[in-house]
């Protein structure tokens, strides 16, 4: 009889972190669902990084879209596999801007894809998760820039929710920053990353004891060769590698990154609930992972209720206040 094998869905997972983090999981054994806009792209990827054959399926999903979520969920549904882990990768950063960008339902594009498709993603899924037989995960990538009071997050702009005015106005044009302010696109990067830690912060305050599931985050490292930093200056994505290879010291190699991610994953050290994992290479010996303390505003419980109701009348889910899970 063939071997059941754990099921892991992976957003993003055409390029850099998440795609390494898709063949680590594939060398474990999992079968990864590689959920990503470009279906070509993403096969061309997966061969070139060597992923067996049947070790993956691809499916299309557009994080900006909500209905594109949506129907990923459906698709993946329909496709009778049994979801074991969840990993919100995927995200755009668009530097140089000047004006926003609109997801198809009008909400400013990095918001909207890093957090707001993350956001329906989650809710919906973990319906799925809850099926697992052995206990589930769910990661969402944050990063060191998130948080001001790190050396990584110390350049400005710093990321501020506000009062998340902008989300509570509707966060369509002309709003186009989450605390209703002026559009900044680095800033808008930073909040989206900030309402990452919020979600799962939040997922595990309402979910974590009645369901079992493991919420976590990570950040994998200054991953400074990604093509995250495609729409940056042609300086920038020379210097940057070398910059934090040399002078910083937190460089990572794409594999090593999603080699991290694998870990918080599937290893059962990091089977903590609610943990936002670190590898020092300022902290601890020999890069160690830890769990990091996030920043003011992540750490925010107030913050993280509001945006979560907030971000449910965004996405259009039904508030979910009065089912029995939610404490
Ligand atoms: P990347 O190589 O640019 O990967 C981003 C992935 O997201 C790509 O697969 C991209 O797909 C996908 N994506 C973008 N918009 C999408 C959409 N609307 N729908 C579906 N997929 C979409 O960047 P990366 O550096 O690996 O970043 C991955 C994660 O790591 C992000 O969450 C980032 O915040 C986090 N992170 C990165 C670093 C770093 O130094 N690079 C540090 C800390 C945290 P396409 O291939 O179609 O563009």
Redesign the pocket.
């Known amino acids: 009889m063939e071997e059941r094998k754990s099921t892991v869905v992976i957003?993003?997972?055409?390029?850099?972190?998440?795609?390494y983090a898709a063949k680590a999981m594939a060398a474990r054994n999992w079968h990864v669902v590689m959920?990503?806009?470009?279906l070509e792209?993403?096969q061309k990827?997966a061969q070139a990084v060597g992923m067996p054959e049947n070790s993956y399926t691809i499916m299309h999903?557009?994080?900006?879209?909500l209905e594109?979520v949506r129907q990923f969920v459906q698709n993946f549904r329909a496709s009778g596999k049994t979801l074991n882990a969840l990993v919100?990768?995927?995200?755009?950063?668009m530097p140089l801007i000047k004006e926003p960008l609109r997801s198809p339902e009008g909400y400013e594009l990095t918001m909207a894809?890093?957090h707001l498709?993350h956001f329906l993603l989650c809710n919906l899924m973990l319906e799925d998760l809850k099926k697992s037989a052995a206990q589930a995960r769910l990661v969402i990538?944050?990063?060191?820039?998130h948080n001001p009071n790190e050396l990584g997050g110390k350049i400005p702009p710093r990321p501020d929710l506000g009062d998340l005015q902008g989300f509570a106005e509707g966060f369509k044009a002309p709003i186009t920053m989450a605390d209703g302010k002026k559009f900044e696109p680095v800033k808008a990067?930073k909040d989206s990353?900030v309402c990452?830690i919020l979600t799962m912060r939040e997922l595990h305050r309402r979910y974590h004891e009645s369901t079992g599931i493991i919420f976590s985050s990570l950040?994998?490292?200054?991953?400074?060769?990604?093509?995250?930093?495609?729409n940056h200056y042609p300086l920038f994505q020379k210097l940057f590698p070398i910059f934090q290879r040399y002078i910083t010291g937190g460089f990572v190699s794409?594999e090593l990154?999603g080699e991290r991610v694998a870990m918080v994953v599937a290893d059962a050290e990091y089977a903590k609930s609610g943990a936002y994992w670190s590898w020092g290479n300022r902290q601890k010996k020999n890069r160690q992972s830890f769990v990091q303390q996030v920043s003011p505003q992540a750490s925010d419980d107030a913050r993280a209720k509001r945006m979560w109701d907030l971000s449910e009348n965004l996405v259009g889910l039904t508030p979910v206040s009065s089912q029995a899970a939610v404490r």
């Open positions: 957003t993003g997972a055409s390029s850099g972190v998440g795609l959920a990503c806009r470009d792209k993403t990827a999903i557009d994080l900006a879209s594109s919100c990768n995927a995200a755009i950063y894809t890093n498709g990538l944050g990063t060191v820039t990067y990353k990452n950040y994998p490292g200054c991953v400074a060769t990604t093509a995250l930093f495609r794409e990154a």
